[in-house]
C-alpha cells in the first residue's frame, strides 16, 4: 500500500515542475512510429464466448446447456463445427470479407471470477496474484505519446487500462461541451501561481492543465460529422460513429477506447446475450464500412474483449455463471491470419471449476498489437509477455 | 494498541473539517450553531438523530389527453399526496407503470432527504451503507423493495453491523439483485454468497475458498421473493421456502475451523442456518477490519499503509469487535473515529476529491439553494429529482451505483478518490457551476398542483455573504468565503487578487465595495451604480472560486 503514497508523492513533483509551462504547451506533437491506431471495444460483465463463437456440434456443450445450446440451423456458419451467435450476423459479413481474426480461448493462469478484479487484470495487464497501479494502455500513453488525447477514451469516466502514473488519458462524450467547460477561468490561472504543497490540489491542477490542452487541440481539429448510415442509436452506435468522426477529422490519436455493458447474463440469457451481440455486430459493421469509405481502414485495428467467459455448464436460470478463458476478436485491414486463429480449448479438459482453460494468454495479445501494430516496446509496457508471432503486419 | 484519540485544539478550522466530513457541505448557520462547543459535544449532536422519517408519498400525475395533468389515471390504488410504500400494485395497471412512478418518487424522496439533511451524521451514514451495501435500482426495479432496502440503511445506519448483515441477506430488493431468490436446492446460485464473503464482510483475499462461496450458498437456499398471495397481490415481500432449502450439512474450510452448518430441514431452518452462516463469518476478524478501511477510505482518506494499519484500522476494528453485541455498535466506532488523532491530521485535512454527490449537494446546500415548500409537493419531488440527477450526470447515480461493489472511486487502488476527477469530469462540474449558480432550478409548466408549476429557484448569493461576520469589509468577506469554499487555506497574494478583480472592479480602494454593499444591503432595488451590480459580483465571485481545484477538495 505504500505505492499509493509514492505515486501521489511523485505526481506531486512532477506537476509543480511543469504546472505553469503546461497552460501554454502547444498540444499535437507529431505521432511517433506512423499513423497507425488501435479502437479497444471492452464487453464488460463477461461475455459467453461458447455461446459468441459457437461449437455447436461438440457433445460437452450440447449437453451442459440444455435450454441454451445453440444448434447448427441457428448459427453462422464459419467451418463444419463452429459458427457464430445469430446476432453477428454484421461481423459474419466483416469475416466474409477477411477482416476479422478469431483468438480462442484467451485467458490467464489462475483466473479470478470476479467481474472487478479480473478487469483490473485486463486493465492493468498484471498476473492474477498481482496488483498494477497502471493501465497497459496508460503505460502505453507514458511510454510512446506526449499528449493525453493520444489515447482517448469515448464517455463519461476513465477506465484504468488508460490511466498512466504522470500521464492520463482523457475521456470526454461531447467535445462541444468540454470545450465549453475548459475555458481558462481566473483563478485558475491566478491559483496556478500559487504554491501547491498539497498533492491532491497538484493533482487536479494538472488535470485541469491538461483538460484545457487537449480540449482545446480536439476543438481545433474537428470536423462537423456528416451522417452515416448503419450505426444503431445505441451507445455503442454513438461511441463509434464518434470514433469515427475523430479518425476522419484526422486527429493523432493512436488509441480510442469505447464500451458496452450488460453482458453479466446469470439468468435469461438467450434473447438478451443475442441483442447484446447484434448490437456489437451491426456497430462494428457500420463503423468497418465508414473507415473503409474513409481510407481508413488499413491503418485501424479493432480490438473486442470481455473480462472472462461464462461456466460452460449453465444454470438453473437459463443463464450462465461467471467463467474464465474466452475469445476476443480482431477486426481490420492489416490482419495476417483471418479467420480463426486457433482452435477452442478443449470443452472435455476444464478446470476444477468446469471452466474453459486458456490457451493465449491475453498479455500476448496486448505484447503482439504493441510490437507489430503500434511499433512500441512491449517490454515496458506489459513486461514479460511474449508476442505472438504471425498474427498481424 | 489503543486508538489515540484528539486532543489537539478544537478551533474552527477544525470544526470545519469535521463538518465537510460528515455534513453535505458546511453553511453559514451550521457553522454559528456548533461554534463554541468541544469536540465530544459536537461529535455527540452529529450521532444524536432519529432514524425515523416520512416515507415517499405519490406526487406524481400523468397527462389525461386534453393536457390536464391527473393522479387519478396513474397508480390508483393510491391517493396522492399519501404513501404508496406499503399498497400493492394494481397488477392490471400496466400502461402508464405505476412501478417507474414509484420508483422515481422513492429516489426523489431519498434525494430530499440530503438536501434538506439535519445537522448530523445520518445522510452521509447511509451513504456509505448505499456505497458498501449496494443494490441497483437499474437491475432491482422493484420500488417497494428498494424502499425497504434504504430503510435497512438508515434504520441500521449507526446500528449493528450484524444485524445488518442479516436484515439485508433477506430484503427483497438485494435478493432479487445478487440472485438470492433464485438459489434453491436444485439449482444452487453462488452471486450473493460470493459479494457477502467478498464485499460485504470478509473482504476479498482474506481466506476463505472458492468453496467456502459454494457452501454459503447452499445454506442460504430457499429466501424467496413473493409477489402475491392467495391469489392477491402484495408488495414484494421475502418468503421462506422449506422445500427449496438444501437440507445437507454444509462443510466449509479450515479457513472457517472446518466449521460444518447442519442442515436444517424445520420450518425454521433458513433462519437459524443463516444465523450460523453469519456466525461463523463475525468469528473471523477480518469483518471488522473491513467494515473499518471501508469507513476509514470514506470518512478521513484513501490512503491505508502499514502504520495506518496498525495505528487506526487494528484499535478501531478492535472497538468494533469489543462492541459486537451493542445495538449502536457502529455509532461508538464512528464516535472513537471522528474524535481520534488521526481523523484531525493535518496529512488528512483538504486531500481528499469531493464526490459528485458531496460536490453537488454540498455545493446547494452550502450557498442555500431555495426548495419549495411543503405546500408544493410536485415542485418539491421534482427539484429534489433534479439535484439527484445533476449529481448522476458527473458520475454518481444516488439509487443506482456502476456495480455490486460500489462506485470504484472507493475500492479502486491507488487512484480512488481522485479518479472522481479527470479531465472529463472537470468539464462536467464546471457545467454543473454554472447550472446551480446561475441557472437555477426551475419546476415543469404542465402540473397537476397549480402551485407547483412554472416556479424558478436561484441562488441568492446576498443573502449568503449578508451571513459573514462583516461583508461590508472586502478583506474579511473573502477570508470567509474562502475558509467555507476550500478546505485549505489560500495565499494573501490570491485572496488580494480576487478582492480587486471582483469586489473593488479592478479598482485599488476597499471604498467600492464598502459604497455599494451598503447601498444594496439598505435597499435591493437600489440605484446606486455600485449597489446595482452586488449580485451579478458575488456570482461572478464565486463561479471563479468554483472553478479553483481547491474547490474540489475536502
Not at chain 2, 76 to 104: H, K, L
Not at chain 2, 492 to 520: E, P, R
Not at chain 2, 540 to 547: G, K, P, R, Y
Request: hydrophobic content about 40%.
Amino acid at each position: 500500500m505504500t505505492t499509493r503514497r509514492r505515486f501521489l508523492q511523485q505526481s506531486a513533483l512532477v506537476s509543480t515542475a511543469w504546472l505553469l509551462p503546461s497552460f501554454l504547451k502547444a498540444a499535437g506533437a507529431k505521432l511517433p512510429g506512423g499513423q497507425r491506431r488501435l479502437v479497444v471495444l471492452q464487453l464488460s460483465g463477461g461475455n459467453d464466448g461458447l455461446n459468441t463463437v459457437v461449437p455447436f456440434r461438440h457433445d460437452v456443450y450440447t449437453a451442459s446447456r440444455r435450454s441454451l445450446a445453440l444448434p447448427k440451423d441457428r448459427a453462422l456458419l464459419l467451418t463444419d463445427d463452429v459458427g457464430l451467435n445469430t446476432g453477428l450476423v454484421g461481423l459474419r459479413s466483416l469475416y466474409a470479407e477477411g477482416l476479422v481474426s478469431i483468438v480462442q480461448g484467451v485467458g490467464y493462469p489462475d483466473p479470478d471470477r470476479s467481474h472487478f478484479r479480473s478487469l483490473d487484470i485486463w486493465h492493468t495487464a498484471s498476473a492474477s496474484s498481482e496488483y498494477l497501479e497502471t493501465g497497459w494502455l496508460g503505460r502505453y500513453l507514458e511510454n510512446e505519446c506526449t499528449a493525453p488525447h493520444h489515447v482517448l477514451e469515448v464517455g463519461p469516466t476513465l477506465t484504468l487500462a488508460n490511466k498512466g502514473e504522470r500521464l492520463k488519458a482523457i475521456a470526454l462524450s461531447d467535445v462541444g461541451h468540454f470545450y465549453r467547460s475548459t475555458r481558462e477561468p481566473f483563478f485558475a490561472q491566478l491559483a496556478a501561481h500559487a504554491e501547491h504543497q498539497h498533492k491532491t490540489a497538484a493533482y487536479l491542477y494538472k488535470t485541469m492543465a491538461e483538460t484545457y490542452q487537449s480540449a482545446a487541440y480536439v476543438k481545433e481539429k474537428l470536423k462537423l460529422p456528416e451522417p452515416v448510415a448503419g450505426y444503431g442509436k445505441d451507445e455503442l452506435g454513438k461511441q463509434l460513429r464518434t470514433v469515427s468522426n475523430f479518425i476522419k477529422s484526422g486527429l493523432d490519436t493512436r488509441a480510442y477506447y469505447v464500451g458496452l455493458s450488460g453482458f453479466d447474463t446469470h439468468s435469461n440469457q438467450l434473447q438478451r446475450h443475442e441483442r447484446l451481440l447484434r448490437t456489437v455486430g451491426d456497430n462494428l459493421l457500420a463503423f468497418v464500412n465508414d473507415l473503409k469509405a474513409a481510407g481508413e481502414l488499413d491503418s485501424t485495428l479493432v480490438m473486442v474483449f470481455s473480462e472472462f467467459g461464462r461456466r460452460v455448464k449453465q444454470n438453473a436460470s437459463n443463464g450462465t455463471d461467471h467463467g474464465a478463458a474466452g475469445p476476443m476478436f480482431l477486426i481490420g485491414g492489416g490482419l495476417k491470419k483471418p479467420g480463426l486463429f486457433n482452435s477452442m480449448p478443449a470443452l472435455g479438459d476444464l478446470d476444477a471449476n468446469g471452466d474453459l482453460k486458456f490457451s493465449v494468454d491475453f498479455r500476448s495479445v496486448y505484447a503482439t498489437i504493441l510490437r507489430d501494430w503500434m511499433g512500441a516496446d512491449p517490454a515496458e509496457i506489459v513486461p514479460g509477455a511474449i508476442a505472438v508471432e504471425g498474427f498481424i503486419g | 494498541m489503543p486508538l489515540t484519540p484528539y486532543t489537539g485544539p478544537f478551533g474552527r478550522p477544525e470544526l470545519l473539517h469535521l463538518l465537510r466530513r460528515t455534513l453535505f457541505g458546511v453553511a453559514p448557520a451550521d457553522l454559528a450553531h456548533f461554534n463554541g462547543m468541544t469536540l465530544q459535544q459536537v461529535v455527540d449532536e452529529l450521532l444524536t438523530y432519529s432514524t425515523v422519517v416520512p416515507p415517499p408519498v405519490k406526487a406524481y400525475s400523468v397527462d389525461d389527453g386534453n393536457g390536464n395533468m391527473d393522479p387519478a389515471l396513474i397508480d390508483v390504488p393510491v391517493t396522492y399526496g399519501t404513501t404508496w410504500v406499503n399498497t400493492p400494485r394494481d397488477p392490471n395497471e400496466v400502461f402508464p407503470d405505476p412501478a417507474t412512478s414509484r420508483m422515481i418518487s422513492f429516489v426523489e424522496w431519498w434525494s430530499g432527504l440530503m438536501v434538506q439533511q439535519d445537522r448530523n451524521l445520518r445522510e452521509k451514514m447511509v451513504l456509505f451503507w448505499h456505497n458498501t451495501l449496494v443494490t441497483q435500482i437499474s437491475v432491482a426495479f422493484l420500488p417497494e423493495a428498494n424502499y425497504q432496502y434504504c430503510k435497512i440503511l438508515r434504520d441500521q445506519s449507526k446500528g449493528n453491523f450484524r444485524q445488518m448483515m442479516y436484515d439485508m441477506t433477506i430484503n427483497p430488493a438485494m435478493l432479487y439483485y445478487l440472485n438470492g431468490y433464485l438459489n434453491n436446492s436444485f439449482a444452487p446460485d453462488e452471486n450473493y454468497s460470493r459479494e457477502l464473503m467478498e464485499l460485504f464482510t470478509l473482504g476479498e483475499g482474506s481466506g476463505y475458498s472458492e468453496a467456502d462461496v459454494q457452501q454459503a450458498a447452499r445454506v442460504l437456499t430457499g429466501w424467496t421473493i413473493a409477489v402475491e398471495q392467495g391469489g392477491n397481490p402484495i408488495v414484494p415481500s421475502t418468503i421462506y421456502y422449506n422445500f427449496l432449502h438444501d437440507t445437507g450439512n454444509k462443510q466449509f474450510s479450515a479457513f472457517f475451523n472446518n466449521t460444518v452448518i447442519t442442515g436444517d430441514a424445520s420450518p425454521n431452518g433458513g433462519v437459524a442456518e443463516l444465523n450460523a452462516l453469519l456466525d461463523m463469518i463475525f468469528l473471523q476478524e477480518a469483518v471488522s477490519k473491513h467494515i473499518c478501511r471501508e469507513l476509514y477510505r470514506f470518512f478521513v482518506h484513501s490512503d491505508i499503509d502499514a502504520i495506518i494499519e496498525t495505528d487506526v484500522i487494528e484499535p478501531l476494528a478492535q472497538i468494533f469487535r469489543d462492541n459486537s453485541a451493542d445495538p449502536e455498535q457502529i455509532r461508538i466506532v464512528m464516535n472513537a473515529l471522528l474524535t481520534s488523532d488521526r481523523f484531525f491530521s493535518t496529512e488528512v485535512r483538504g486531500c481528499m476529491v469531493k464526490s459528485p454527490i458531496d460536490y453537488t449537494y454540498g455545493m446547494v446546500r452550502q450557498l442555500g439553494m431555495p426548495f419549495p415548500t411543503g405546500g408544493q409537493l410536485e415542485a418539491q419531488y421534482s427539484t429534489w429529482f433534479d439535484v439527484r440527477n445533476i449529481a448522476a450526470y458527473a458520475g454518481q447515480s444516488l439509487a443506482d451505483p456502476p456495480n455490486v461493489a460500489g462506485w470504484p472511486a472507493y475500492y479502486q487502488f491507488p487512484q480512488y478518490d481522485t479518479m472522481w476527477m479527470d479531465a472529463a469530469n472537470y468539464a462536467l462540474r464546471k457545467l454543473i457551476s454554472d447550472i446551480i449558480c446561475y441557472v437555477g432550478l426551475t419546476t415543469p409548466a404542465n402540473t397537476y398542483e397549480p402551485q407547483s408549476a412554472n416556479l424558478s429557484f436561484k441562488i441568492d448569493f446576498a443573502a449568503f455573504v449578508a451571513q459573514f461576520q462583516n461583508p461590508l469589509d472586502p478583506n474579511t468577506l473573502i477570508d470567509e468565503a474562502a475558509e467555507l469554499l476550500f478546505a485549505t487555506p489560500l495565499s494573501q497574494v490570491v485572496k488580494d487578487q480576487l478582492k480587486t478583480n471582483f469586489l473593488l472592479f479592478g479598482q485599488a480602494s476597499d471604498i467600492y465595495w464598502m459604497q455599494g454593499w451598503a447601498a444594496y444591503s439598505a435597499d435591493p432595488n437600489t440605484t446606486d451604480p455600485y449597489g446595482m451590480l452586488v449580485p451579478v459580483i458575488l456570482l461572478s465571485l464565486f463561479l471563479d472560486m468554483q472553478s479553483a481545484a481547491e474547490y474540489h477538495l475536502h
